[in-house]
């Protein structure tokens, strides 16, 4: 039975008075920054009087954001840890709305700095020596600068950044908090609730009557709703395409993409390249199907896992395990890991209320926190080196730059935590003795391959389509958006779309499909990973070093040339090919296994 939050033991609970001692100090916090808002309000309009006005509000306005963040990231790990108390919702939309008045009082900044000239820009930073740090930024911004519009467009932007949010919103809430699936019958014949939390765990029974009724009662569920589920995410498409259009950019992809300054190249590299592999990915689902003595194979038959083995791992077992996987990095990345293992920096077991998943979280001046909900598991295990991964991302990048390089892009972010599992991949297999246990290993490897850069690229593949579509006047109807997912699915799967009827509707479910252009950065970063923990498993003391340096780097430069320096080119195919490289041979073990009738 699942504990109340104040069952728990301390020491598996994050440690938040870190950030503010208390809720008062939070309030009293939130009052100050309402302050300094209405302060900022003064600055409209002088940006550009001088070199030490350029100064005083780029610091003014960076400084507000920080403690900002630490607002916020308060508030939402609050609720977070329990959602069920009203006082940190009530935090949590105090906190957005903070953060929503900033970008109303700051909406001045971006239209006012892109009337200097490069003249101008070139005395001030030789007058003021203080700006010659934001060098870097004031360069990102002048990029854009056929983007940016007028300071009156800009403020209704911002204003109506809420409505803009209104399909996302919807959806979520109709996803999360209305609908209802209903019961279904567990492996022992029991009337069980059908959720988004369970499913997966349905879907992994080794009773195909158990995954299949689950599997027909969740897509028949999205099927009876399919026309509002398609309302809501044509509607997102349309204002991502609308504001692509004022933003004078081509496509929302390429508007999406230009916030990392990633060229649409990478994107069209990767489907090519997952496409070009997907005889891979058939040969694994037919060893699957052999597997499961199967003459039928079918959607709902790809989560059960193929292993007999029970790998498990007590917490501190996990945390032992991962700790000594990451000494590789050497003694500076270990001396962080061991504060974050030892200093209550991970939310570790599930209570009543708390959210679901797991995150690694935190801003500039806090500890890279983690929730977890510990189960004991193998998944488990690579969750927490997953997430161990971001945070010390986090916390290299802060330690090393300056608050206004003291994060990193969205496109390099799941590389540090794919590249921690990568590793721990490498250390089991090279550490496991019993092929038993190797069999598992491998299959947990294949399935994670499968659903990160396989499936990920697959929604890829969909949402540009969506896209494209709606820009040449296509109505996204349900119709429309279920014969083209099934059409995808099938090319990928190798699997009839006749046969899986009730997967057409998966695209209603998907999350991802309102992050704009979002998903295909897992496909990119797993391979990326992939390339790099192979460097840092066989490579040399340099490798490290380069990586570790990737690590610092923050957003001192654009994304593409941080991640080169760390010896990925994600510009060119290479890296997406010796990623495949390792799947294949990967798969030939597990083959060479079952030759064996290991797996028996």
């Given at each position: ?8 033991d301390d020491k598996y609970k994050w440690d938040l008075t870190t950030i503010f001692a208390t809720d008062q100090a939070w309030e009293a916090e939130l009052a100050a920054i309402q302050e300094e808002l209405e302060k900022a309000k003064d600055f409209v309009g002088h940006l550009l009087d001088s070199a030490a006005s350029l100064l005083e ?544």
């Amino acid at each position: 039975m699942t504990k109340q939050r104040n069952e728990i033991d301390d020491k598996y609970k994050w440690d938040l008075t870190t950030i503010f001692a208390t809720d008062q100090a939070w309030e009293a916090e939130l009052a100050a920054i309402q302050e300094e808002l209405e302060k900022a309000k003064d600055f409209v309009g002088h940006l550009l009087d001088s070199a030490a006005s350029l100064l005083e509000i780029s610091e003014f306005q960076l400084g507000l954001m920080r403690r900002i963040e630490s607002l916020y990231v308060y508030a939402s790990m609050k609720n977070d840890q329990d959602t069920r108390e009203g006082i940190y919702q009530e935090f949590q939309a105090k906190a957005m709305g903070v953060y929503s008045a900033y970008g109303q009082v700051f909406s001045f900044y971006e239209p006012e700095f892109l009337q200097i000239t490069d003249e101008q820009l070139a005395a001030f930073l030789e007058e003021e020596p203080a700006l010659k740090q934001y060098k870097h930024q004031f360069e990102t911004l002048l990029a854009q600068k056929a983007h940016v519009l007028s300071q009156e467009v800009e403020e209704v932007l911002a204003a109506t950044s809420e409505i803009f949010e209104a399909p996302s919103e919807t959806f979520s809430i109709l996803d999360n908090a209305s609908i209802q699936f209903p019961e279904i019958a567990d492996e022992d014949g029991h009337l069980v609730p059908l959720s988004h939390g369970s499913y997966i765990s349905y879907m992994e029974s080794k009773n195909r009557d158990v995954r299949q009724e689950a599997y027909e009662a969740m897509y028949g569920t999205y099927e009876q709703f399919q026309h509002t589920y398609a309302k809501t995410l044509q509607s997102n498409v349309k204002v991502n395409n609308l504001k692509a259009r004022l933003r004078k950019y081509s496509s929302a992809r390429e508007a999406a993409l230009s916030n990392n300054f990633i060229p649409e190249s990478v994107y069209e590299t990767l489907v090519a390249a997952v496409n070009k592999h997907l005889p891979l990915l058939h040969r694994y689902i037919n060893l699957r199907k052999e597997l499961l003595g199967l003459d039928d194979l079918r959607m709902y038959d790809m989560y059960t896992p193929l292993s007999e083995t029970d790998y498990k791992f007590t917490y501190e077992e996990a945390l032992a395990k991962a700790a000594d996987t990451l000494k590789i990095f050497g003694p500076e990345y270990s001396a962080i890991v061991d504060k974050a293992f030892s200093e209550r920096w991970i939310d570790v077991h599930e209570n009543e209320g708390k959210r679901s998943g797991a995150y690694s979280g935190g801003a500039y001046d806090t500890n890279a926190f983690m929730l977890l909900n510990w189960q004991d598991t193998l998944d488990n295990l690579y969750t927490l080196i997953h997430e161990t991964g971001h945070s010390l991302h986090s916390m290299f990048t802060r330690q090393n730059q300056p608050y206004v390089y003291g994060h990193y892009s969205i496109f390099l972010a799941e590389i540090a935590s794919t590249t921690n599992e990568n590793l721990l991949t490498e250390k089991l297999l090279a550490e496991v003795t019993d092929e038993k246990t190797r069999f598992a290993i491998l299959n947990h490897y294949l399935d994670g391959f499968r659903g990160t850069v396989f499936r990920q690229t697959q929604f890829a593949e969909f949402e540009q389509a969506i896209y494209k579509a709606d820009q040449e006047g296509q109505v996204l109807t349900a119709e429309f958006l279920n014969q083209l997912y099934a059409d995808i699915n099938a090319k990928y799967y190798g699997l009839s779309a006749e046969d899986n009827y009730e997967i057409q509707f998966e695209w209603a479910r998907i999350p991802h499909f309102y992050y704009n252009f979002y998903v295909y950065q897992y496909s990119t970063g797993f391979a990326a990973a992939s390339a790099l923990a192979n460097k840092i498993t066989y490579g040399t003391a340099e490798d490290k070093e380069n990586y570790l340096n990737y690590l610092k780097a923050g957003n001192s430069d654009y994304p593409l040339e941080v991640i080169k320096k760390a010896g990925v080119d994600m510009t060119k195919e290479d890296y997406l090919n010796d990623a495949f490289a390792v799947f294949e041979k990967r798969l030939t073990e597990l083959e060479e296994l079952v030759a064996k009738g290991v797996h028996k």
